[in-house]
């Protein structure tokens, strides 16, 4: 009995064997020495994929600390996958931006998230890659978005709109002398979904007509990592593919109604190219992936930075005192003879230039939340830094928290919110010797915004945004928890699109108007270019 048990073991583990190396030979392509090294995973050739389900872009977060290398590879089915960590390699992934290429992801993921068919896959991928000259649907899409983002009127315009929109949804806190019971991530999504999305599409902005579409967007947005999947997404994200159809049949009526007409120079760049590229009648799908861009991450950014600003007294302290230099007051005679009342003016421009602390605060706070990844599709074989080789048809990841994260850059309390780290210290006075430059922050190692091709081109817009909702709301208001002292809510994981996570449970508070300014009406003021200030980027 003993000898046969043996001799059956044997057989099975030589069946397994077998099916071992043919499941090596046609889903898991041979490793080439000078490629990164491999990460071996539990469940074999479908590990890393269940990991990348359970924990979403954190995956990559999560084996980079257990395997501290500047590069490794995942072998899933097969694909490889090289995660870059190192700011050096990710610098260098960038300058090879012609065979280490972002637009195939455009080709895999159009179809899924938007819902398309051929048809509309025809026109962005013709001359996708650019080999026949600097145009087509994706690249002229993309120079127009650059445009209309860059500092300028064009985004001076846009801020001015997002900010007078959200005066007026902030009008009803303020109105209420005895405070406001609100779960505070609902209220800043509700807020953020709808000024922002009015900047962007102007008085016809279906997202005020019809503020159902806040919550469908949103739908859409939870569900959008099955959809990416594509295994029977009416059936495994039934709730999300019915919130992306009732979005884009109120965003087509926008565009039958011209709505770009009175709309940013954004979405007339956008419009701008579907007529060119024959795009018109699918213009409300497309219309999805700029939503995406301006919502899934500053609308939690805004969460957390309002949550740590008011956790801590000292940094509210400094933070709003501060921001008392760049307000400016005027009194005006109330109606029928009552008594004066003060307008208070938040100049945006000053308030970026010389707000450091507000500034610094705000990059720390994507410094420690955000967990993004830049992808690349190596389109051809690249030797890398002239060591690790990166074989064409397999993709990169260079996921920014363990960047962000690392000593080495950003010093041994790199793991600690310090919301001063960026503050910059007064320059050294010029004695004519030549300055040592080594303490110089590396090119590659703020990861926020993406970097190289793919630098996201809304920086600047969510910036000012960001940090005026921010000024505004501390300068105006308390705030604190309806229960307890302040606890930091942990964040929700398995998110794939956004890449600063909302809050895994939201958190109930009491906002009431500051202590003696009842009567302190607050404005905002436009004072030369908005956009002109300095922003970290990768």
């Given at each position: 009995?003993?000898?046969?048990s043996?001799?059956?073991?044997?057989?099975?583990?030589?069946?397994l064997?077998?099916?071992?190396?043919?499941?090596?030979?046609?889903l898991?392509?041979a490793?080439?020495?000078?490629?990164p090294p491999v990460?071996?995973q539990?469940?074999?050739?479908?590990?890393?994929?269940?990991?990348?389900?359970?924990?979403g872009?954190?995956?990559?977060e999560?084996?980079?600390?257990?395997?501290?290398?500047?590069?490794?590879?995942?072998?899933?089915?097969?694909?490889?996958?090289?995660?870059?960590?190192s700011?050096?390699?990710i610098?260098?992934?960038?300058?090879?931006?012609?065979?280490?290429?972002f637009?195939?992801?455009?080709?895999?993921?159009?179809?899924?998230?938007?819902?398309?068919?051929?048809?509309?896959?025809?026109?962005?991928?013709?001359n996708?890659?650019?080999?026949r000259?600097?145009?087509g649907?994706?690249?002229e899409?993309?120079?127009?978005m650059?445009k209309?983002?860059?500092?300028?009127?064009?985004?001076?315009?846009?801020?001015?709109t997002?900010?007078?929109?959200l005066?007026?949804?902030?009008?009803p806190l303020?109105?209420?002398?005895?405070?406001?019971?609100l779960?505070?991530?609902?209220?800043?999504r509700?807020?953020?979904?709808?000024?922002?999305?009015?900047?962007?599409y102007?008085?016809?902005?279906?997202?005020?007509?019809?503020p159902?579409?806040?919550?469908?967007?949103?739908?859409?947005e939870s569900?959008?990592?099955?959809?990416?999947?594509?295994?029977?997404?009416s059936i495994?994200?039934?709730?999300?593919?019915?919130?992306?159809?009732?979005?884009?049949?109120?965003?087509?009526?926008?565009?039958?109604?011209?709505g770009?007409d009175t709309?940013?120079n954004?979405?007339?760049?956008?419009?701008?190219?579907?007529?060119?590229?024959g795009?018109?009648?699918?213009?409300?799908?497309?219309e999805?992936g700029?939503l995406?861009?301006?919502?899934?991450n500053?609308?939690?950014?805004?969460?957390?930075m309002?949550?740590?600003?008011?956790?801590?007294?000292?940094l509210l302290a400094?933070i709003?005192?501060e921001?008392?230099?760049?307000?400016?007051?005027?009194?005006?005679?109330?109606p029928?003879?009552?008594t004066?009342?003060?307008?208070n003016?938040?100049?945006?421009?000053?308030?970026?230039?010389?707000?450091?602390?507000?500034?610094?605060?705000y990059q720390?706070?994507?410094?420690?939340l955000?967990?993004?990844t830049?992808?690349?599709?190596?389109?051809?074989?690249?030797?890398?830094?002239d060591?690790?080789?990166?074989?064409?048809?397999?993709?990169?990841?260079?996921?920014?928290?363990?960047?962000?994260?690392?000593?080495?850059?950003?010093?041994?309390?790199?793991?600690?919110?310090?919301?001063?780290r960026?503050?910059k210290?007064?320059?050294?006075p010029?004695?004519?010797?030549?300055k040592?430059r080594a303490?110089?922050?590396?090119?590659?190692?703020?990861?926020s915004f993406g970097?190289?091709a793919?630098l996201?081109?809304?920086?600047?817009?969510a910036?000012?945004?960001?940090?005026?909702?921010?000024a505004?709301?501390?300068?105006?208001?308390?705030?604190?928890?309806?229960?307890?002292?302040?606890?930091?809510?942990e964040?929700?994981?398995?998110k794939?699109?956004?890449?600063?996570?909302?809050?895994?449970?939201?958190?109930?508070?009491?906002?009431?108007?500051r202590?003696?300014e009842?009567?302190?009406?607050?404005?905002f003021g436009?004072?030369?270019?908005?956009?002109?200030?300095?922003?970290?980027?990768?």
């Amino acid at each position: 009995m003993e000898g046969g048990s043996v001799g059956i073991i044997a057989i099975i583990a030589t069946i397994l064997a077998v099916i071992v190396t043919a499941f090596n030979h046609f889903l898991g392509p041979a490793h080439d020495p000078k490629e990164p090294p491999v990460i071996p995973q539990k469940v074999p050739y479908v590990g890393h994929l269940i990991g990348l389900l359970q924990f979403g872009l954190r995956y990559f977060e999560i084996l980079g600390a257990k395997h501290p290398l500047p590069i490794f590879t995942l072998q899933t089915l097969g694909k490889k996958v090289y995660v870059v960590t190192s700011p050096d390699l990710i610098q260098a992934v960038q300058k090879h931006a012609r065979v280490l290429t972002f637009n195939p992801f455009v080709s895999f993921m159009s179809p899924r998230i938007f819902g398309v068919g051929k048809e509309v896959m025809a026109i962005i991928n013709d001359n996708i890659d650019g080999e026949r000259g600097n145009w087509g649907y994706l690249s002229e899409t993309a120079t127009g978005m650059h445009k209309a983002l860059a500092p300028s009127e064009s985004l001076d315009r846009m801020t001015r709109t997002m900010l007078d929109k959200l005066m007026d949804l902030v009008a009803p806190l303020a109105a209420r002398k005895d405070g406001t019971e609100l779960d505070l991530y609902k209220w800043v999504r509700t807020t953020f979904t709808v000024a922002s999305t009015e900047a962007v599409y102007g008085p016809k902005n279906p997202f005020n007509h019809q503020p159902e579409l806040e919550d469908a967007f949103w739908d859409f947005e939870s569900e959008i990592t099955m959809i990416l999947l594509g295994v029977a997404p009416s059936i495994t994200a039934r709730k999300g593919c019915q919130a992306r159809k009732k979005v884009t049949h109120a965003l087509g009526k926008y565009f039958d109604d011209d709505g770009p007409d009175t709309g940013s120079n954004l979405i007339k760049a956008r419009w701008k190219s579907h007529h060119e590229y024959g795009a018109v009648q699918h213009a409300a799908v497309f219309e999805l992936g700029d939503l995406i861009g301006i919502l899934v991450n500053a609308t939690p950014t805004l969460f957390w930075m309002l949550v740590h600003i008011f956790s801590r007294p000292d940094l509210l302290a400094g933070i709003r005192t501060e921001i008392s230099g760049v307000v400016e007051a005027a009194e005006t005679t109330a109606p029928a003879g009552g008594t004066k009342r003060t307008h208070n003016i938040i100049v945006v421009s000053k308030l970026l230039d010389h707000c450091p602390l507000l500034l610094s605060f705000y990059q720390e706070t994507l410094r420690v939340l955000t967990h993004n990844t830049s992808s690349r599709w190596v389109t051809k074989d690249t030797l890398l830094a002239d060591r690790y080789l990166l074989k064409a048809g397999n993709v990169i990841q260079m996921p920014g928290y363990p960047v962000h994260m690392m000593p080495s850059v950003y010093g041994a309390d790199a793991r600690i919110f310090k919301p001063d780290r960026f503050m910059k210290p007064p320059p050294p006075p010029d004695d004519g010797r030549k300055k040592d430059r080594a303490s110089k922050q590396h090119p590659a190692s703020f990861r926020s915004f993406g970097g190289g091709a793919t630098l996201c081109p809304g920086r600047h817009f969510a910036t000012a945004e960001l940090c005026a909702a921010t000024a505004m709301f501390v300068m105006q208001f308390d705030m604190q928890p309806v229960e307890g002292p302040w606890r930091i809510p942990e964040w929700a994981h398995g998110k794939v699109i956004s890449t600063v996570p909302p809050p895994a449970r939201d958190v109930r508070v009491r906002v009431l108007r500051r202590e003696g300014e009842e009567d302190v009406e607050w404005k905002f003021g436009f004072e030369g270019e908005i956009g002109k200030f300095e922003v970290l980027s990768g």
